[in-house]
């Protein structure tokens, strides 16, 4: 099923299927935004105003739009090429296991390439058994541990 898939930048007949994944990715990890957010971020897609950028996998048959990753070029103090950051990978349930997560990693993997980076990366969430045995296979697992600082509380008092 992998070599039936094609790649693609998204066009603005695209929104309603990038939206459903979108909200299909952030209804798997028990997200919500608000509608506003949703917009800016197809409008920063589509027009490719900053660093955000968008892959697209489709099935070439049907025409539908199977997955989804979300990429973006970042400067690190430890290298002088830019890096890479995989912020969100998303494929439709009934795809997943076909190979198409691979192939959307491997289209970001040629970008970051292509645009002469350092490094590739990303994040997932622990107990995502069925994304990480995939990843296993195609990048080591560091032992880094995420915290997230909420900038919209009142500092904190030494």
């Not at 790649?7 to 509608?35: H, I, V």
């Not at 900053?50 to 489709?58: F, P, V, Y």
């Not at 199977?66 to 995989?86: D, F, M, Q, R």
């Not at 198409?100 to 490094?119: F, M, P, T």
Request: hydrophobic share 35%; glycine share 6%; aromatic share 10%.
């Amino acid at each position: 099923m992998t070599n039936q898939i094609t790649l693609c930048e998204l066009t603005a007949a695209d929104k309603d299927d990038w939206k459903s994944l979108w909200l299909g990715y952030l209804e798997f990890y028990k997200a919500t935004l608000p509608n506003d957010t949703l917009e800016s971020t197809w409008q920063r897609i589509l027009t490719r105003s900053g660093s955000l950028r968008c892959i697209g996998a489709r099935d070439p048959v049907t025409g539908e739009l199977v997955g989804i990753t979300h990429y973006l070029l970042h400067e690190s103090a430890w290298t002088p090429k830019p890096v890479c950051y995989l912020q969100d990978l998303f494929v439709l349930p009934s795809r997943r296991g076909s190979g198409v997560g691979r192939i959307l990693i491997d289209a970001v993997a040629e970008q970051a390439r292509k645009l002469n980076c350092g490094k590739l990366y990303w994040l997932t969430q622990e107990g995502n058994a069925q994304a990480r045995a995939l990843y296993d296979k195609l990048a080591h697992l560091t032992e880094f541990v995420r915290y997230d600082f909420e900038l919209t509380k009142a500092p904190t008092s030494r």
